[in-house]
Protein backbone atom coordinates (compact mmCIF):
# COMPACT_ATOMS: atom_id res chain seq x y z
CA UNK A 1 0.00 0.00 0.00
CA UNK A 2 2.88 2.55 0.51
CA UNK A 3 4.53 1.62 -2.61
CA UNK A 4 0.94 2.53 -4.53
CA UNK A 5 0.62 6.13 -2.43
CA UNK A 6 4.70 6.81 -3.27
CA UNK A 7 3.88 5.91 -6.86
CA UNK A 8 0.79 8.48 -7.14
CA UNK A 9 2.56 11.49 -5.69
CA UNK A 10 3.74 14.28 -7.77
CA UNK A 11 7.63 13.46 -8.40
CA UNK A 12 10.06 15.64 -6.51
CA UNK A 13 12.12 17.91 -8.60
CA UNK A 14 10.42 17.42 -11.83
CA UNK A 15 12.82 17.94 -14.67
CA UNK A 16 10.69 20.43 -16.82
CA UNK A 17 13.42 22.21 -18.47
CA UNK A 18 16.77 21.05 -18.92
CA UNK A 19 20.50 21.12 -20.93
CA UNK A 20 22.28 18.40 -22.78
CA UNK A 21 24.47 16.58 -20.86
CA UNK A 22 27.08 13.88 -20.88
CA UNK A 23 25.81 10.15 -19.15
CA UNK A 24 28.13 9.72 -16.41
CA UNK A 25 29.97 6.25 -16.41
CA UNK A 26 28.71 3.35 -14.49
CA UNK A 27 31.90 2.92 -12.41
CA UNK A 28 32.80 4.45 -9.36
CA UNK A 29 32.61 8.17 -8.60
CA UNK A 30 35.79 8.84 -7.66
CA UNK A 31 37.27 7.79 -10.92
CA UNK A 32 35.35 10.32 -13.34
CA UNK A 33 33.68 12.96 -10.58
CA UNK A 34 35.55 16.25 -10.87
CA UNK A 35 33.60 18.21 -8.38
CA UNK A 36 33.83 21.01 -5.38
CA UNK A 37 31.78 20.37 -2.74
CA UNK A 38 30.76 21.98 0.77
CA UNK A 39 28.59 20.60 3.08
CA UNK A 40 27.41 21.92 6.22
CA UNK A 41 25.11 19.19 9.02
CA UNK A 42 23.26 19.80 12.13
CA UNK A 43 21.19 17.36 14.09
CA UNK A 44 19.87 18.16 17.66
CA UNK A 45 17.59 15.29 19.71
CA UNK A 46 15.18 17.27 22.06
CA UNK A 47 12.53 15.27 24.98
CA UNK A 48 9.50 16.94 24.88
CA UNK A 49 7.79 16.06 28.10
CA UNK A 50 7.64 11.83 29.26
CA UNK A 51 6.27 10.81 25.57
CA UNK A 52 7.49 13.24 22.85
CA UNK A 53 10.56 13.45 21.25
CA UNK A 54 11.87 15.75 18.69
CA UNK A 55 14.99 15.20 16.41
CA UNK A 56 15.78 17.93 13.81
CA UNK A 57 18.21 17.18 10.99
CA UNK A 58 19.47 20.53 8.54
CA UNK A 59 22.03 20.48 5.74
CA UNK A 60 23.55 22.44 3.31
CA UNK A 61 25.23 21.57 -0.16
CA UNK A 62 27.32 23.79 -2.18
CA UNK A 63 28.76 21.75 -5.36
CA UNK A 64 30.48 22.50 -8.45
CA UNK A 65 30.82 19.84 -10.97
CA UNK A 66 32.59 19.89 -14.51
CA UNK A 67 31.49 17.24 -17.54
CA UNK A 68 33.92 17.13 -20.39
CA UNK A 69 33.43 14.50 -23.19
CA UNK A 70 32.66 13.91 -26.66
CA UNK A 71 29.41 12.91 -28.10
CA UNK A 72 28.48 10.40 -31.34
CA UNK A 73 24.53 10.32 -32.07
CA UNK A 74 23.25 7.96 -34.88
CA UNK A 75 19.89 8.58 -35.69
CA UNK A 76 18.40 5.80 -37.31
CA UNK A 77 14.85 6.34 -39.82
CA UNK A 78 13.01 4.71 -42.35
CA UNK A 79 14.82 6.80 -45.30
CA UNK A 80 18.27 7.69 -43.50
CA UNK A 81 20.69 7.32 -41.03
CA UNK A 82 21.40 10.60 -39.27
CA UNK A 83 25.23 10.73 -38.12
CA UNK A 84 26.42 14.07 -35.80
CA UNK A 85 29.40 14.55 -33.64
CA UNK A 86 29.43 17.28 -30.51
CA UNK A 87 31.80 17.94 -28.04
CA UNK A 88 30.14 19.19 -24.34
CA UNK A 89 32.02 21.13 -21.52
CA UNK A 90 29.42 21.73 -18.76
CA UNK A 91 29.44 23.31 -15.50
CA UNK A 92 27.13 22.17 -13.08
CA UNK A 93 25.76 23.79 -10.00
CA UNK A 94 23.91 22.14 -6.89
CA UNK A 95 23.28 24.51 -4.35
CA UNK A 96 20.34 23.95 -1.74
CA UNK A 97 19.23 23.66 1.76
CA UNK A 98 17.34 20.89 3.03
CA UNK A 99 15.87 19.99 6.55
CA UNK A 100 13.55 17.47 8.40
CA UNK A 101 11.91 17.83 11.76
CA UNK A 102 10.51 15.09 13.20
CA UNK A 103 8.02 14.27 15.98
CA UNK A 104 7.85 10.97 17.23
CA UNK A 105 5.73 9.10 20.41
CA UNK A 106 5.71 5.66 20.74
CA UNK A 107 4.07 4.51 23.91
CA UNK A 108 1.32 1.65 24.46
CA UNK A 109 -1.97 3.47 23.63
CA UNK A 110 -0.42 5.96 20.55
CA UNK A 111 2.40 5.44 17.85
CA UNK A 112 2.90 8.99 16.46
CA UNK A 113 5.09 10.03 13.43
CA UNK A 114 5.47 13.06 12.29
CA UNK A 115 7.73 14.11 9.58
CA UNK A 116 8.00 18.30 8.43
CA UNK A 117 10.57 18.36 5.47
CA UNK A 118 11.63 21.50 3.53
CA UNK A 119 13.99 21.75 1.03
CA UNK A 120 15.31 24.91 -1.29
CA UNK A 121 16.99 24.66 -4.07
CA UNK A 122 19.00 26.95 -6.11
CA UNK A 123 20.49 25.00 -9.10
CA UNK A 124 22.02 26.06 -12.27
CA UNK A 125 23.59 24.24 -15.47
CA UNK A 126 25.97 26.10 -17.52
CA UNK A 127 27.31 24.29 -21.15
CA UNK A 128 28.86 24.49 -24.21
CA UNK A 129 28.68 22.20 -27.45
CA UNK A 130 30.81 22.02 -30.13
CA UNK A 131 29.72 20.86 -33.63
CA UNK A 132 29.75 21.12 -37.72
CA UNK A 133 27.53 23.77 -37.38
CA UNK A 134 29.69 25.59 -35.19
CA UNK A 135 29.42 26.81 -30.93
CA UNK A 136 25.88 26.65 -29.11
CA UNK A 137 25.89 27.75 -25.34
CA UNK A 138 23.15 26.32 -22.76
CA UNK A 139 22.24 28.18 -19.68
CA UNK A 140 20.13 26.98 -17.07
CA UNK A 141 18.63 28.19 -14.07
CA UNK A 142 16.28 25.49 -12.11
CA UNK A 143 15.30 26.61 -8.79
CA UNK A 144 12.97 24.54 -6.49
CA UNK A 145 11.35 25.01 -3.31
CA UNK A 146 8.97 22.70 -1.08
CA UNK A 147 7.78 21.76 1.84
CA UNK A 148 5.55 18.52 3.41
CA UNK A 149 4.40 17.44 6.13
CA UNK A 150 3.73 13.80 6.45
CA UNK A 151 1.83 11.88 9.21
CA UNK A 152 1.16 8.51 10.74
CA UNK A 153 -0.61 7.35 13.62
CA UNK A 154 -1.76 3.96 15.14
CA UNK A 155 -4.20 4.01 17.86
CA UNK A 156 -6.09 0.96 19.51
CA UNK A 157 -9.62 0.47 18.82
CA UNK A 158 -11.02 -2.42 20.85
CA UNK A 159 -8.98 -5.45 19.58
CA UNK A 160 -7.90 -3.84 16.24
CA UNK A 161 -5.14 -1.34 15.44
CA UNK A 162 -6.56 1.60 13.44
CA UNK A 163 -3.68 3.11 11.29
CA UNK A 164 -3.76 7.44 10.01
CA UNK A 165 -2.13 8.68 7.72
CA UNK A 166 -1.76 12.65 6.10
CA UNK A 167 0.48 14.16 3.27
CA UNK A 168 0.88 17.68 2.73
CA UNK A 169 2.97 18.91 -0.17
CA UNK A 170 3.59 22.13 -1.61
CA UNK A 171 6.30 23.14 -4.15
CA UNK A 172 7.41 25.84 -6.81
CA UNK A 173 9.52 25.31 -9.98
CA UNK A 174 10.45 28.55 -11.86
CA UNK A 175 12.70 27.47 -14.25
CA UNK A 176 14.50 28.92 -17.78
CA UNK A 177 16.64 27.73 -20.27
CA UNK A 178 18.66 30.14 -22.25
CA UNK A 179 20.09 29.05 -25.88
CA UNK A 180 22.25 30.89 -28.12
CA UNK A 181 22.42 31.19 -31.36
CA UNK A 182 18.70 30.43 -31.76
CA UNK A 183 16.98 27.00 -32.99
CA UNK A 184 14.22 25.69 -34.43
CA UNK A 185 14.08 28.68 -36.81
CA UNK A 186 11.26 27.23 -39.24
CA UNK A 187 8.55 26.68 -36.12
CA UNK A 188 9.75 29.92 -33.93
CA UNK A 189 10.64 32.67 -36.17
CA UNK A 190 9.43 31.88 -39.85
CA UNK A 191 12.41 30.29 -40.91
CA UNK A 192 14.38 33.18 -40.17
CA UNK A 193 17.58 33.11 -38.09
CA UNK A 194 17.61 34.95 -34.58
CA UNK A 195 20.30 35.47 -32.11
CA UNK A 196 18.88 33.36 -29.03
CA UNK A 197 15.53 32.15 -27.22
CA UNK A 198 14.94 32.18 -23.49
CA UNK A 199 12.19 29.48 -22.57
CA UNK A 200 10.63 30.12 -18.87
CA UNK A 201 8.63 27.33 -17.45
CA UNK A 202 7.08 27.74 -13.95
CA UNK A 203 5.53 24.98 -12.16
CA UNK A 204 3.72 25.26 -9.02
CA UNK A 205 2.03 22.34 -7.16
CA UNK A 206 -0.35 21.41 -4.48
CA UNK A 207 -0.94 17.99 -3.19
CA UNK A 208 -2.58 16.35 -0.18
CA UNK A 209 -3.45 12.30 0.61
CA UNK A 210 -5.21 11.16 3.53
CA UNK A 211 -6.02 7.74 4.72
CA UNK A 212 -7.42 5.51 7.47
CA UNK A 213 -7.18 1.66 7.70
CA UNK A 214 -6.96 -1.15 10.15
CA UNK A 215 -6.65 -5.01 9.96
CA UNK A 216 -8.93 -7.90 11.13
CA UNK A 217 -8.44 -11.83 10.70
CA UNK A 218 -11.83 -14.05 9.39
CA UNK A 219 -11.38 -17.78 9.07
CA UNK A 220 -7.52 -17.44 8.80
CA UNK A 221 -7.63 -14.81 6.02
CA UNK A 222 -5.88 -11.19 7.51
CA UNK A 223 -7.15 -8.62 5.73
CA UNK A 224 -6.26 -4.80 5.71
CA UNK A 225 -8.50 -2.31 4.07
CA UNK A 226 -7.59 1.26 3.55
CA UNK A 227 -10.12 4.23 2.73
CA UNK A 228 -8.69 7.67 1.32
CA UNK A 229 -8.98 10.37 -0.59
CA UNK A 230 -5.70 12.24 -2.46
CA UNK A 231 -6.33 15.42 -4.28
CA UNK A 232 -3.69 17.59 -6.21
CA UNK A 233 -3.73 20.91 -8.22
CA UNK A 234 -1.15 22.28 -10.14
CA UNK A 235 -0.77 25.56 -12.79
CA UNK A 236 1.93 26.04 -15.75
CA UNK A 237 2.87 28.90 -17.13
CA UNK A 238 5.39 28.78 -19.66
CA UNK A 239 6.55 31.16 -22.62
CA UNK A 240 9.58 31.23 -25.47
CA UNK A 241 11.56 34.75 -25.59
CA UNK A 242 13.52 34.81 -29.31
CA UNK A 243 16.20 37.55 -28.93
CA UNK A 244 16.49 39.04 -32.16
CA UNK A 245 18.34 42.67 -33.59
CA UNK A 246 15.46 44.90 -33.10
CA UNK A 247 15.28 43.28 -28.95
CA UNK A 248 13.37 40.59 -27.52
CA UNK A 249 10.08 39.31 -28.65
CA UNK A 250 7.43 36.70 -27.35
CA UNK A 251 7.31 33.45 -29.64
CA UNK A 252 3.58 32.71 -31.45
CA UNK A 253 0.44 32.29 -29.10
CA UNK A 254 1.03 28.34 -29.76
CA UNK A 255 4.39 28.16 -28.14
CA UNK A 256 2.92 29.39 -24.61
CA UNK A 257 1.29 27.36 -21.66
CA UNK A 258 -0.86 28.88 -18.92
CA UNK A 259 -2.78 25.64 -17.94
CA UNK A 260 -4.64 24.42 -14.65
CA UNK A 261 -4.58 21.04 -13.67
CA UNK A 262 -7.19 18.91 -11.17
CA UNK A 263 -6.77 15.30 -10.07
CA UNK A 264 -9.05 13.68 -7.40
CA UNK A 265 -8.50 10.61 -6.22
CA UNK A 266 -11.01 8.51 -4.30
CA UNK A 267 -9.44 5.03 -3.05
CA UNK A 268 -10.67 1.75 -1.38
CA UNK A 269 -7.28 -0.50 -1.08
CA UNK A 270 -7.35 -4.20 0.17
CA UNK A 271 -5.39 -6.77 0.58
CA UNK A 272 -5.47 -10.27 2.15
CA UNK A 273 -2.89 -13.03 2.93
CA UNK A 274 -3.61 -16.17 3.90
CA UNK A 275 -1.24 -19.44 4.84
CA UNK A 276 -1.85 -22.85 5.37
CA UNK A 277 1.30 -25.23 5.57
CA UNK A 278 3.92 -24.62 2.87
CA UNK A 279 1.43 -22.26 0.85
CA UNK A 280 1.16 -18.32 1.25
CA UNK A 281 -1.22 -16.56 -0.61
CA UNK A 282 -1.90 -12.88 -0.89
CA UNK A 283 -4.22 -10.96 -2.77
CA UNK A 284 -4.94 -6.98 -3.04
CA UNK A 285 -7.33 -4.86 -5.12
CA UNK A 286 -6.97 -1.68 -4.69
CA UNK A 287 -10.37 -0.01 -6.55
CA UNK A 288 -9.95 3.89 -7.23
CA UNK A 289 -12.16 6.68 -9.07
CA UNK A 290 -10.43 9.11 -10.70
CA UNK A 291 -11.06 11.91 -12.07
CA UNK A 292 -8.39 14.81 -14.56
CA UNK A 293 -9.26 18.32 -15.60
CA UNK A 294 -6.86 20.34 -17.76
CA UNK A 295 -7.73 23.66 -18.71
CA UNK A 296 -5.53 25.91 -20.42
CA UNK A 297 -7.71 29.35 -20.81
CA UNK A 298 -4.84 31.32 -23.29
CA UNK A 299 -5.37 28.32 -26.09
CA UNK A 300 -8.81 28.10 -25.26
CA UNK A 301 -7.94 24.36 -24.71
CA UNK A 302 -9.95 21.81 -22.52
CA UNK A 303 -10.72 17.99 -20.96
CA UNK A 304 -11.73 15.77 -18.74
CA UNK A 305 -11.87 12.03 -17.60
CA UNK A 306 -13.13 10.55 -15.35
CA UNK A 307 -12.55 6.73 -14.29
CA UNK A 308 -12.98 3.50 -12.32
CA UNK A 309 -10.18 1.96 -11.80
CA UNK A 310 -9.18 -1.60 -10.52
CA UNK A 311 -5.50 -2.64 -10.08
CA UNK A 312 -6.25 -6.32 -9.08
CA UNK A 313 -2.74 -8.12 -7.69
CA UNK A 314 -2.67 -12.16 -6.81
CA UNK A 315 0.64 -14.12 -5.92
CA UNK A 316 1.51 -17.49 -4.38
CA UNK A 317 4.35 -19.43 -2.34
CA UNK A 318 4.85 -22.54 -2.20
CA UNK A 319 7.52 -24.45 -0.69
CA UNK A 320 8.16 -27.76 -2.10
CA UNK A 321 10.11 -29.02 0.37
CA UNK A 322 13.44 -27.92 2.69
CA UNK A 323 15.33 -27.08 0.23
CA UNK A 324 13.09 -25.91 -3.05
CA UNK A 325 10.28 -23.72 -3.26
CA UNK A 326 8.11 -22.00 -5.88
CA UNK A 327 6.58 -18.39 -6.38
CA UNK A 328 4.21 -16.77 -8.84
CA UNK A 329 2.20 -13.61 -9.51
CA UNK A 330 -0.15 -11.96 -11.92
CA UNK A 331 -0.77 -7.97 -11.88
CA UNK A 332 -3.00 -5.36 -14.09
CA UNK A 333 -2.51 -2.12 -13.15
CA UNK A 334 -4.52 1.10 -14.87
CA UNK A 335 -3.02 4.32 -14.56
CA UNK A 336 -3.89 7.77 -15.85
CA UNK A 337 -1.41 10.15 -17.03
CA UNK A 338 0.53 12.12 -15.06
CA UNK A 339 -0.24 16.30 -15.35
CA UNK A 340 3.42 17.04 -15.30
CA UNK A 341 3.49 15.42 -18.69
CA UNK A 342 0.44 17.60 -20.33
CA UNK A 343 0.42 20.96 -21.94
CA UNK A 344 -1.21 22.19 -25.60
CA UNK A 345 1.56 24.54 -26.19
CA UNK A 346 4.75 23.68 -27.08
CA UNK A 347 8.34 23.67 -24.65
CA UNK A 348 11.50 23.63 -25.59
CA UNK A 349 12.86 20.72 -23.11
CA UNK A 350 16.42 21.17 -24.37
CA UNK A 351 18.43 22.63 -27.21
CA UNK A 352 17.32 18.98 -29.42
CA UNK A 353 14.00 18.98 -28.01
CA UNK A 354 10.99 20.81 -29.08
CA UNK A 355 7.82 19.29 -27.54
CA UNK A 356 3.76 19.91 -27.50
CA UNK A 357 1.66 16.95 -25.48
CA UNK A 358 -1.93 18.32 -26.64
CA UNK A 359 -3.35 14.93 -27.18
CA UNK A 360 -6.39 13.13 -25.11
CA UNK A 361 -5.22 12.68 -21.52
CA UNK A 362 -2.95 9.05 -21.53
CA UNK A 363 -4.01 6.08 -20.10
CA UNK A 364 -2.07 2.76 -19.70
CA UNK A 365 -2.74 -1.23 -19.04
CA UNK A 366 -0.52 -3.11 -18.11
CA UNK A 367 -0.45 -6.54 -17.54
CA UNK A 368 2.48 -8.52 -15.44
CA UNK A 369 3.43 -11.95 -14.89
CA UNK A 370 6.12 -13.09 -12.97
CA UNK A 371 7.21 -16.89 -11.85
CA UNK A 372 10.21 -18.17 -9.96
CA UNK A 373 11.83 -21.07 -9.19
CA UNK A 374 14.20 -20.80 -5.91
CA UNK A 375 16.75 -24.00 -5.03
CA UNK A 376 18.61 -23.39 -1.48
CA UNK A 377 20.88 -25.59 0.29
CA UNK A 378 22.41 -24.25 2.98
CA UNK A 379 23.97 -27.85 3.91
CA UNK A 380 26.27 -28.20 0.50
CA UNK A 381 26.48 -24.09 0.09
CA UNK A 382 24.22 -24.47 -3.09
CA UNK A 383 22.29 -22.03 -4.27
CA UNK A 384 20.12 -21.81 -7.42
CA UNK A 385 17.30 -19.60 -8.74
CA UNK A 386 15.50 -19.18 -11.83
CA UNK A 387 12.87 -15.94 -12.97
CA UNK A 388 10.63 -15.08 -15.48
CA UNK A 389 8.99 -11.33 -16.19
CA UNK A 390 6.95 -10.57 -18.97
CA UNK A 391 4.62 -7.65 -19.17
CA UNK A 392 2.16 -6.24 -21.63
CA UNK A 393 1.34 -2.71 -21.92
CA UNK A 394 -1.39 -0.85 -23.65
CA UNK A 395 -1.32 2.78 -24.45
CA UNK A 396 -4.16 4.92 -25.94
CA UNK A 397 -0.74 7.52 -26.91
CA UNK A 398 2.32 7.80 -29.05
CA UNK A 399 4.29 10.39 -29.84
CA UNK A 400 5.23 11.28 -32.72
CA UNK A 401 8.69 12.68 -33.75
CA UNK A 402 9.84 14.65 -36.82
CA UNK A 403 13.71 15.09 -36.56
CA UNK A 404 15.38 18.31 -38.28
CA UNK A 405 18.33 17.27 -40.60
CA UNK A 406 20.82 19.20 -37.41
CA UNK A 407 20.03 16.74 -35.36
CA UNK A 408 16.98 18.38 -33.48
CA UNK A 409 13.43 17.15 -33.08
CA UNK A 410 9.94 18.31 -32.75
CA UNK A 411 7.74 16.14 -30.86
CA UNK A 412 3.91 15.65 -30.68
CA UNK A 413 1.94 13.59 -28.71
CA UNK A 414 -1.01 11.50 -30.47
CA UNK A 415 -4.06 9.62 -30.35
CA UNK A 416 -3.10 6.13 -31.55
CA UNK A 417 -3.22 2.99 -29.83
CA UNK A 418 0.17 1.06 -29.69
CA UNK A 419 0.85 -1.86 -27.26
CA UNK A 420 4.25 -2.82 -25.72
CA UNK A 421 5.99 -6.11 -24.89
CA UNK A 422 8.32 -6.97 -22.20
CA UNK A 423 10.18 -10.46 -21.85
CA UNK A 424 12.95 -11.59 -18.91
CA UNK A 425 14.75 -14.48 -17.84
CA UNK A 426 17.14 -14.28 -15.50
CA UNK A 427 19.00 -17.09 -13.63
CA UNK A 428 21.55 -17.70 -10.78
CA UNK A 429 24.09 -20.42 -9.26
CA UNK A 430 26.48 -20.64 -6.71
CA UNK A 431 28.51 -23.37 -5.22
CA UNK A 432 30.98 -23.83 -2.25
CA UNK A 433 33.59 -26.07 -3.41
CA UNK A 434 34.87 -28.34 0.07
CA UNK A 435 38.46 -27.93 0.33
CA UNK A 436 39.39 -25.38 -1.52
CA UNK A 437 37.73 -22.74 0.51
CA UNK A 438 36.73 -20.78 -2.74
CA UNK A 439 32.71 -20.24 -4.30
CA UNK A 440 32.32 -20.77 -7.70
CA UNK A 441 28.93 -18.03 -9.16
CA UNK A 442 27.20 -17.67 -12.37
CA UNK A 443 24.43 -15.42 -13.50
CA UNK A 444 23.03 -15.14 -16.79
CA UNK A 445 20.16 -13.07 -18.01
CA UNK A 446 17.92 -12.24 -21.63
CA UNK A 447 15.47 -10.08 -21.93
CA UNK A 448 13.56 -8.42 -24.76
CA UNK A 449 11.02 -5.53 -25.37
CA UNK A 450 9.43 -4.37 -28.29
CA UNK A 451 6.91 -0.58 -29.27
CA UNK A 452 5.90 0.57 -32.38
CA UNK A 453 7.51 4.32 -32.49
CA UNK A 454 6.30 6.88 -35.00
CA UNK A 455 9.04 9.23 -36.93
CA UNK A 456 9.15 11.48 -39.73
CA UNK A 457 5.65 10.12 -40.42
CA UNK A 458 6.71 6.57 -40.48
CA UNK A 459 5.24 3.92 -38.22
CA UNK A 460 7.67 1.36 -37.04
CA UNK A 461 8.59 -1.41 -34.80
CA UNK A 462 11.73 -1.67 -32.90
CA UNK A 463 12.76 -4.45 -31.12
CA UNK A 464 15.65 -4.98 -28.58
CA UNK A 465 17.52 -7.95 -27.43
CA UNK A 466 19.73 -8.16 -24.01
CA UNK A 467 22.46 -10.70 -22.87
CA UNK A 468 23.93 -10.92 -19.97
CA UNK A 469 26.45 -13.94 -18.56
CA UNK A 470 28.13 -12.88 -15.12
CA UNK A 471 30.98 -15.47 -13.95
CA UNK A 472 32.56 -15.04 -10.00
CA UNK A 473 35.04 -16.86 -8.20
CA UNK A 474 35.97 -16.24 -4.70
CA UNK A 475 38.76 -17.61 -3.13
CA UNK A 476 41.08 -18.30 0.33
CA UNK A 477 44.21 -18.72 -0.63
CA UNK A 478 45.86 -18.84 2.82
CA UNK A 479 45.08 -17.22 6.28
CA UNK A 480 46.25 -13.62 4.79
CA UNK A 481 45.34 -13.78 1.45
CA UNK A 482 42.25 -13.58 -0.09
CA UNK A 483 41.35 -13.03 -4.18
CA UNK A 484 38.61 -12.14 -6.23
CA UNK A 485 37.40 -12.25 -9.86
CA UNK A 486 34.31 -11.68 -11.79
CA UNK A 487 33.31 -10.84 -15.45
CA UNK A 488 30.51 -9.17 -17.03
CA UNK A 489 30.02 -9.77 -20.78
CA UNK A 490 26.77 -8.23 -22.30
CA UNK A 491 25.34 -8.23 -25.87
CA UNK A 492 22.58 -5.78 -27.16
CA UNK A 493 20.53 -5.74 -30.54
CA UNK A 494 18.88 -3.65 -31.75
CA UNK A 495 16.33 -4.22 -34.55
CA UNK A 496 14.76 -0.53 -35.89
CA UNK A 497 11.30 -1.80 -37.91
CA UNK A 498 13.13 -3.61 -41.01
CA UNK A 499 15.66 -1.08 -42.24
CA UNK A 500 18.01 -1.00 -39.49
CA UNK A 501 20.12 -2.72 -37.04
CA UNK A 502 22.79 -2.43 -34.69
CA UNK A 503 24.49 -4.45 -31.95
CA UNK A 504 26.61 -3.36 -28.71
CA UNK A 505 28.72 -6.08 -27.01
CA UNK A 506 30.60 -5.07 -24.16
CA UNK A 507 32.93 -6.92 -22.06
CA UNK A 508 34.48 -6.28 -18.47
CA UNK A 509 37.04 -8.27 -15.91
CA UNK A 510 37.83 -7.52 -12.24
CA UNK A 511 40.48 -8.65 -10.27
CA UNK A 512 40.71 -8.15 -6.38
CA UNK A 513 43.56 -9.18 -4.02
CA UNK A 514 43.21 -8.58 -0.28
CA UNK A 515 46.20 -9.09 1.91
CA UNK A 516 46.19 -8.96 5.58
CA UNK A 517 50.30 -9.35 5.90
CA UNK A 518 49.92 -8.40 9.55
CA UNK A 519 47.65 -7.45 12.75
CA UNK A 520 46.55 -4.24 11.87
CA UNK A 521 48.34 -3.90 8.32
CA UNK A 522 45.82 -4.28 5.32
CA UNK A 523 46.98 -3.95 1.63
CA UNK A 524 44.29 -4.13 -1.41
CA UNK A 525 45.16 -3.85 -5.15
CA UNK A 526 42.22 -4.06 -7.80
CA UNK A 527 42.42 -4.43 -11.65
CA UNK A 528 39.71 -4.02 -13.93
CA UNK A 529 39.14 -4.29 -17.42
CA UNK A 530 36.75 -3.03 -20.00
CA UNK A 531 36.09 -3.70 -24.04
CA UNK A 532 33.30 -1.24 -25.77
CA UNK A 533 33.13 -2.15 -29.43
CA UNK A 534 36.96 -2.53 -29.33
CA UNK A 535 37.35 0.45 -26.99
CA UNK A 536 39.80 -0.65 -24.41
CA UNK A 537 40.16 0.40 -21.04
CA UNK A 538 42.99 -0.32 -17.64
CA UNK A 539 42.35 0.23 -14.36
CA UNK A 540 44.35 0.01 -11.56
CA UNK A 541 44.11 0.92 -7.48
CA UNK A 542 45.58 0.16 -4.46
CA UNK A 543 44.76 0.76 -0.76
CA UNK A 544 46.93 0.46 2.38
CA UNK A 545 45.73 0.75 5.32
CA UNK A 546 46.88 0.54 9.21
CA UNK A 547 44.25 0.24 11.86
CA UNK A 548 45.40 1.04 15.91
CA UNK A 549 42.71 -0.91 17.60
CA UNK A 550 43.77 0.64 20.91
CA UNK A 551 43.12 4.55 19.97
CA UNK A 552 40.00 3.40 17.63
CA UNK A 553 42.54 5.48 14.59
CA UNK A 554 42.78 4.36 10.75
CA UNK A 555 45.16 5.52 8.33
CA UNK A 556 44.50 4.52 5.20
CA UNK A 557 46.59 6.07 1.47
CA UNK A 558 44.65 5.42 -1.80
CA UNK A 559 46.40 5.62 -5.18
CA UNK A 560 43.75 5.55 -7.64
CA UNK A 561 43.75 5.16 -11.40
CA UNK A 562 47.47 4.17 -11.38
CA UNK A 563 47.42 3.48 -15.10
CA UNK A 564 46.65 7.30 -15.38
CA UNK A 565 43.61 6.37 -18.27
CA UNK A 566 42.73 9.69 -19.32
CA UNK A 567 38.84 8.73 -20.96
CA UNK A 568 35.83 6.23 -21.45
CA UNK A 569 33.39 5.04 -23.87
CA UNK A 570 30.14 3.76 -22.94
CA UNK A 571 27.50 2.99 -25.40
CA UNK A 572 23.56 3.53 -24.89
CA UNK A 573 20.31 2.50 -27.60
CA UNK A 574 17.28 4.67 -27.55
CA UNK A 575 13.66 3.76 -29.37
CA UNK A 576 15.28 4.55 -32.69
CA UNK A 577 19.09 5.48 -31.51
CA UNK A 578 22.52 4.55 -30.49
CA UNK A 579 24.62 7.29 -28.09
CA UNK A 580 28.50 6.87 -28.11
CA UNK A 581 29.63 9.29 -25.21
CA UNK A 582 33.58 9.49 -24.40
CA UNK A 583 33.94 10.87 -20.78
CA UNK A 584 36.85 12.84 -19.49
CA UNK A 585 38.19 10.97 -16.37
CA UNK A 586 40.34 11.94 -13.57
CA UNK A 587 44.06 11.14 -13.90
CA UNK A 588 45.85 9.48 -11.19
CA UNK A 589 45.67 10.67 -8.06
CA UNK A 590 46.95 9.78 -4.04
CA UNK A 591 44.69 10.21 -1.13
CA UNK A 592 46.03 10.15 2.57
CA UNK A 593 42.97 9.70 5.42
CA UNK A 594 42.59 9.80 8.96
CA UNK A 595 39.46 7.69 10.92
CA UNK A 596 38.67 7.76 14.41
CA UNK A 597 35.85 7.21 16.35
CA UNK A 598 35.09 7.84 20.51
Known sequence: QDNRRRRDQPADNPDI???????PPDFAQNRYLDNNIQLLNANALQRLGKDFQLRANIFYINDSQR????????????TDTLQFSESLENRLHDNYLQGEFSLNRNVKTNYLDNRLRFQSRFDSRRGELLNDNGALRQHLKSPFHAVSNELRSVKPLGSRLVEFTSLLLLDHSPRSLEISPGRFEQALSEGQPYQGL????????????????????????SISPRLGLAHRRQTLESQIILNQQQGPIMAAPE??????????????????????????????????????RMKDQQLQQEQAMSRLLADPRLSADYRLNGFWRM???????????????????????????????????????????????IHRNP????????????????????????????GSSLTEALLLPNTGYTHSLQGQSSRHIPGTRSTIALRGSYSYNSRQVLVNDRLFETRNHFYSINPQL???IN???????????????????????????????????????????????????????????????????????????DLEARWINILNTASWTMFQSGAYSVVESTYMLRPSQLFASVKFSF
Open 379 to 406: ITSFFNSVNYFFTISHYNQMYATRLQPN
Open 474 to 476: STR
Open 327 to 373: RASYSFTNSLGDPDGGHYGYILKNHLSLQQNAAPLSQTQRHSITASL
Open 479 to 553: EWLRAEYRANLNYMLNNFGSFGKNNISMLRHFADLHAFPKGGHYIGLSAEYYNHRNNEHYFLDMTYRYTIRKHRL
Open 67 to 78: QQGLVQRSLYTP
Open 255 to 292: MANNLDATQTRAYLQTEASYRRGDLNLSFSLPISWQQL
Open 198 to 221: RQEANLSRFYSDHAAGFSFSWRGI
Open 17 to 23: LDIQSLS
